[in-house]
């Protein structure tokens, strides 16, 4: 019996800051994937140095002592982008590596192990979810999010998420735009729970906005010009990473094309990645037995 591990990515958060001094983000999953595969016997040099880090760090978690195991990693997101790469490849691992001993981990299990590795994403929680990334001191379920497509561009370079986060300004700077977070996290929460993506758009868009004083987007003040003439409902972006997303509800997608080339023509400093699904966060898990396959 194998069993493969699907964690999706991120554009970016819908947002990001802190709260009484303690860090969070409110996750942003899509529909690309990073996948992991046990692999007992077959050796895997592709395997980045923080999978190794995760295999590990859960086979340690667990008790076993069991060292030849190795898990591979595909993975659809790019790398220092803020697409939560590095997350989707961390925890698909380690719960591919607790099934392979018949385990089962808990999102809160994955956050724990997780952490110890580096500050990440909440994506393995379903639904929509607010998480402390870098200590885990807060973990929230906010919710299902309403059906909203994400055009996704990057403004170029890579952001290191732990030198970003170990940035000695970084905790004076988010202090400085706690009042507009807090009212970004209103409006978020109020979007999930009314299933409202205007809501949702706006609290995005301001958290963007209030980022720009910690990790400036080039041209954030044309993409808030251009996009809402194409009847998106707002603008997201990586807090800690270079892309931007312009989010559009699910009844105006034939304006997204239109609404790309326009921002491509307005702005010269990103390029345009792909458009995407905002979805549930979790895990997907597919055990395969000789005749059969399941998803749970």
């Known amino acids: ?25 409110i996750t942003c999953p899509v529909d690309l994937y990073s996948v992991a595969k046990v692999n007992r016997q077959q050796p895997d040099d592709a395997a980045g140095c923080k999978t190794r880090q995760a295999v590990t760090a859960t086979l340690d978690y667990l008790g076993i002592s069991e ?29 591919a590596v607790a099934l392979h001993f018949n385990r089962m981990l808990t999102p809160d299990e994955i956050a724990d192990i997780s952490l110890t590795i580096e500050p990440t994403d909440g994506i393995f929680y379903p639904g929509i979810s607010m998480f402390d990334h870098v200590h885990g001191l807060i973990r929230k379920s906010l919710g299902m999010p309403p059906r909203l497509f994400i055009a996704v561009f990057d403004a170029g ?3 290191d998420t732990l030198l970003f986060n170990s940035r000695q300004d970084l905790a004076r700077l988010n202090h400085a735009k706690e009042s507009l ?25 301001l958290s963007a906005v209030a980022n720009q004083g ?9 993409f808030l010009e251009i996009t809402p003439k194409f009847g998106a409902v707002g603008v997201n972006v990586a807090h800690s990473g270079t892309v931007m997303g312009v989010l559009f509800p699910e009844n105006n997608l034939a304006a997204i094309a239109p609404c790309v080339q326009a921002i491509l023509d307005g702005c010269s400093d990103v390029t345009y990645l792909r458009t995407v699904r905002l979805i549930s966060g979790g895990l997907q898990i597919e055990r395969r037995l000789p005749d059969e396959t399941a998803t749970y």
């Open 67 to 95: 060292h030849r195991i190795q898990v591979s990693i595909s993975s659809q997101l790019p790398v220092g982008k803020g697409m939560a790469s590095s997350s989707a490849d961390i925890s698909a691992a380690c719960q």
């Open 214 to 222: 910690i990790l400036p987007k080039p041209c954030l003040d044309t």
């Open 181 to 205: 977070v807090r009212e970004a996290i209103q409006l978020v929460s109020r979007g999930i729970t009314q299933q409202d993506g205007g809501l949702i758009g706006r609290g995005a868009t």
């Open 1 to 25: 019996m194998g069993e493969t591990v699907k964690a999706p990515g991120t554009c970016g958060e819908l947002v990001q800051g802190t709260l009484d001094g303690k860090n969070f983000l």
């Open 157 to 159: 370079g890579e952001v």
